[in-house]
């Protein structure tokens, strides 16, 4: 079957530190990984991907990584700022009727920046 | 550019209804998806339209449905509302079918009593 799912629920840091979000994935046949955060009231936010033939992709202060031998993804955000708390979403472009794609979520990890 | 807009942002409905939830994607985007969110079940993928037509759909009963429209937008409707139909219902537009990058509005809160 087809599960998204992270590590850990909860992660605090504090402002200026990096922070790291593990997610694990089990449908190898995947062929992108991405990353979605989620802010209080609004809808997640497309942060980054990374295709299944990559292991690495860096955005601005954020960085994917893709371990496809142990199906693990993770997101690095630098120097973490107050904006940066929200709920952070893996999710696989995973396949639907037909062979259709459709976006399947992890659970979620909530981070939270101390001052 | 405006975002993804959805109609109303807040419902309470008793059980046995019905409801219709709407969705306008951004402008020149062809594809809406809706997703449903729950803190026991997380976001789970509902149904996507592109061209009027559904494309892939969830495993969710029967009671969802919904449909696109010739300017993009769309509607969900559930029938004979359960009290586990309460939650947050987001829709999502993208250029075309199948996208990574979606983008999301901010949800219809549905609450079933």
């Known amino acids: 079957g087809e599960s998204v799912g992270l590590h850990l629920p909860t992660l605090s840091v504090q402002e200026g530190d990096n922070s790291i979000i593990n997610c694990a994935y089990s449908?190898?046949?995947?062929?992108?990984f991405i990353w979605y955060k989620q802010e209080s009231g609004k809808g997640p936010q497309f942060i980054i991907d990374?295709?299944?033939?990559?292991d690495k992709r860096q955005g601005q202060r954020v960085t994917v990584l893709l371990n496809k031998t142990v199906k693990h993804l993770s997101l690095q955000i630098a120097a973490t700022q107050p904006g940066d708390s929200a709920v952070y979403f893996c999710a696989e472009m995973g396949s639907g009727i037909q062979g259709a794609q459709k976006l399947v979520f992890g659970q979620g990890t909530r981070l939270t920046i101390n001052p | 550019k405006a975002g993804v807009t959805q109609t109303p942002r807040y419902l309470i409905k008793t059980r046995g209804q019905q409801v219709t939830l709407s969705c306008s994607p951004i402008?020149?985007?062809?594809?809406v998806s809706w997703y449903q969110q729950t803190p026991g079940q997380g976001l789970q993928f509902l149904f996507e339209?592109?061209?009027?037509?559904?494309?892939n759909k969830g495993n969710f009963p029967g009671r969802f449905s919904g449909r696109q429209f010739s300017n993009s937008r769309s509607e969900m409707n559930v029938s004979t509302l359960e009290l586990g139909d309460s939650a947050l219902y987001l829709c999502?537009?993208?250029?075309?079918?199948?996208?990574?990058?979606?983008?999301f509005g901010p949800g219809t809160r549905l609450t079933v009593l």
């Open positions: 449908n190898s046949a995947s062929d992108y």
């Open positions: 402008s020149g985007h062809r594809s």
């Open positions: 999502a537009s993208s250029l075309w079918q199948g996208s990574n990058e979606q983008f």
């Open positions: 339209y592109f061209s009027e037509t559904q494309r």
């Open positions: 990374i295709r299944s033939n990559m």
